[in-house]
């Protein structure tokens, strides 16, 4: 399954996308299809608002949270891996 990512290109926030939309909380976000997630990213490259678009490898994770495989996407999602109290709302990043 894969997620997809990308910044805000007025602010640079890291953004999920939600099926419908975007949001700063990954708990948000939707796993998709490859298939399906290239069409958005497609699409939404061309509206030009988000910038650094990337399909993501995921996975369901505690709680239903979706959980990123790769440590970079964790850490775009969850926040810093040496402080778990600068983390986005408290979740584990593991």
């Keep these: 399954m894969k997620l997809l990512t990308g910044n805000v290109s007025r602010t640079g926030e890291v953004i ?32 030009e608002q988000v910038n650094d678009l990337a399909l993501v490898d995921a996975e369901p994770g505690p709680g239903g949270v979706p959980r990123p495989l790769h440590i970079r996407e964790r850490i775009r999602a969850f926040g810093p891996t040496v402080r778990p109290d600068l983390g986005r709302a408290g979740r584990d990043w593991r």
Excluded: N
């Design 16 to 47: 999920w996308w939600t099926g419908d939309g975007w949001s700063p909380d990954v708990a948000d976000a939707v796993l998709m299809d490859p298939a399906a997630g290239e069409a958005v990213l497609a699409r939404e490259a061309v509206a």
